[in-house]
């Protein structure tokens, strides 16, 4: 139920006026609005751009969400943990190097999309996934960078096995005992 409390949920309650399906985003008990046909008007208002920790808030505030630091400097988040299963669906590069800032999973109508705006470019490595990379913080506005990490979140957790799933609707103290019980054995294997 904890995690009910922060969490990120996303309920489809219907279709819109203009044919799009109606969805209903929630952080904590505040509404967010949604591109599938919601009002505008609950997202949190950043009037500066995003930042690292700025997405992280986002992320970790999204239904078993974890990160992990790879390579040395990136902040990858993940539905579920890795170590069960979970799949990535975000990163960021937490030392500002390189050419990209943030990196997210968005799916194949959307990809294309993403692609024509200034600023927005296949992600290295993983663009057949449709994996797009922002090369700069204001490629899109706050409010629409929320709204893609809360879409890249869903698809992935839509796309995970059913076991995975199993294991992420246990009780927290069930699933950390498990969690805790399969990194064991991948440290044991190496």
């Not at 009910?4 to 209903?24: F, K, M, Q, T």
């Not at 890795?82 to 590069?93: D, H, L, P, Y």
Request: aromatic share 6%.
């Amino acid at each position: 139920m904890a995690d009910l409390a922060r969490a990120l949920v996303i309920l489809r309650v219907g279709s819109s006026p203009g044919g799009g399906d109606l969805g209903v985003v929630l952080i904590g008990n505040q509404a967010i609005e949604s591109r599938i046909g919601l009002p505008r008007a609950a997202l949190p208002h950043y009037t500066h751009l995003m930042d690292n920790e700025r997405i992280r808030e986002i992320c970790l505030a999204l239904p078993h969400a974890r990160e992990t630091l790879n390579w040395g400097q990136v902040l990858v988040y993940w539905v579920g943990d890795r170590e069960i299963g979970g799949k990535s669906f975000a990163m960021t590069n937490v030392d500002n190097a390189g050419d990209v800032v943030l990196s997210f999973r968005c799916g194949d109508e959307r990809f294309h999309e993403l692609l024509e705006m200034d600023g927005i470019r296949p992600a290295p490595y993983s663009a057949n996934s449709h994996w797009v990379a922002l090369e700069r913080w204001d490629a899109l506005k706050p409010r629409e960078i929320a709204e893609e990490l809360v879409r890249a979140h869903a698809l992935i957790y839509e796309k995970l096995p059913k076991r995975v799933k199993a294991v992420l609707a246990l009780p927290e103290k069930e699933r950390a005992k498990l969690i805790r019980e399969r990194k064991k054995e991948l440290a044991k294997s190496k």
